[in-house]
């Protein structure tokens, strides 16, 4: 699932996050709608999101998102949907399948800060290797777009991939509109923090 994918890469492989918890549960409920819209479940219209199919997906995460949103008969905009669906817990829950998997461990250091170290590389590489297909200039599947948009949304694709053609990255994001609502959000969020430094001075 594109979710458990970004925030397995929003992890260091020593287990320390490159995102704090906020912004982390922010993009991981993009990483769900994202995944929703890869499978045609849901898209948007008119700066809306709209349902196609509300049957269940036999996901839990993806059918709590999918029926809340199948559930409101009023448009409401995609920005709006993201505060409403917004969980604490939800990068938690992505975080435990990929203990229960073997992908992470978990260990708490002597301060009691929680980190998951990478217990097997074998998602990480071939996420990695996806994406540096497409990169490298073969057409990316609908997920690995999707999940590089949002990566680039919160800012980590570059670091991640320093490497990486911006003018690419471009290319490949362009159409996604999960990715573009997460990076209007981060952007309206660091002018609001800025307006309110400005106003403590």
Request: hydrophobic share 45%; net charge neutral.
């Amino acid at each position: 699932m594109i979710a458990e994918e970004l925030v397995l890469l929003t992890y260091q492989t020593d287990g320390r996050p490159l995102l704090a918890p906020e912004p982390l549960g922010f993009v991981s409920t993009a990483g769900v709608l994202s995944e929703l819209a890869v499978r045609n479940r849901i898209d948007m219209r008119n700066g809306n999101i709209r349902v196609l199919d509300a049957a269940a997906t036999g996901d839990g995460e993806l059918d709590d998102v999918l029926s809340t949103l199948a559930g409101e008969t009023a448009p409401i905009g995609v920005l709006e949907w993201f505060n409403r669906l917004y969980s604490a817990q939800r990068a938690q829950r992505l975080l435990d399948r990929l203990i229960s998997r073997g992908t992470l461990s978990m260990r708490t250091t002597m301060l009691r800060n929680k980190r998951y170290p990478e217990a097997d590389p074998s998602l990480r590489l071939e996420i990695r290797g996806r994406i540096d297909l497409a990169l490298g200039g073969e057409p990316p599947s609908r997920r690995t777009a999707a999940l590089l948009a949002l990566l680039s949304a919160c800012e980590l694709a570059m670091g991640l991939f320093p490497n990486a053609d911006g003018g690419r990255i471009a290319a490949i994001i362009e159409k996604d509109w999960v990715g573009e609502a997460v990076r209007y959000h981060f952007q309206r969020s660091r002018r609001v923090a800025l307006r309110s430094a400005i106003n403590m001075d």
